[in-house]
């Protein structure tokens, strides 16, 4: 699989993901381009939903881009052991599940179906920056491709 994007900028002393074997863990990914947060706030129980779609995918599009970017020559990424989805909610905010499925719709378009294990989606009090959103993952590697 090729590259998607640049890979992410980190934004402290940490790469943007690690290896061990086939398993890919990925740092915090807000959503960013070129080390700049392009999407702020914190997600409002009155906003719709579609709102935050774009911050949304842009920052599971950087995770899968750390991952990817650990892949070697002929190699794949078969599975999303675990997606993280953190959202900047305020109080009283219930759609996560619903949120999270934009992160979830990312990775089956580039990824195809069946491509997420389990998946958690968490209401925070702040992230980075004031980022809306911040995604983990975790993927498995065909090695024997």
């Known amino acids: 699989m090729n590259k998607i994007i640049e890979q992410p900028i980190p934004q402290g002393k940490y ?17 960013r ?3 700049k947060l392009l999407y702020f706030g914190k997600i409002k129980i009155t906003d ?27 190699e794949k990424i078969v599975l999303i052991l ?3 989805v953190f959202l900047n909610a305020e109080e009283g905010f219930t759609a996560h599940a619903n949120a999270a499925d934009y992160a979830s719709e990312l ?3 580039n990824l195809g179906t069946n491509c997420i294990g389990s998946r958690a989606a968490i ?3 702040s992230l980075p920056s004031n980022s809306p ?7 498995k590697v065909d ?3």
Do not use: C, W
Request: charge should be neutral; hydrophobic fraction near 45%; charged fraction near 15%.
């Open 15 to 31: 790469l943007p993901a690690i290896r061990n074997a086939d398993i890919i863990y990925t740092s915090g990914m807000t959503p």
């Open 48 to 74: 719709p939903i579609q709102s935050h779609r774009e911050a949304i995918r842009l920052a599971t599009l950087n995770a899968l881009t750390a991952v990817q970017n650990r892949l070697e020559a002929g």
């Open 33 to 35: 381009k070129y080390g």
């Open 143 to 145: 090695i024997n491709t």
């Open 133 to 139: 959103v911040e995604i983990t993952m975790t993927a």
């Open 123 to 125: 209401g925070v009090a």
């Open 82 to 84: 675990q997606l993280n």
């Open 107 to 109: 990775l089956i378009e």
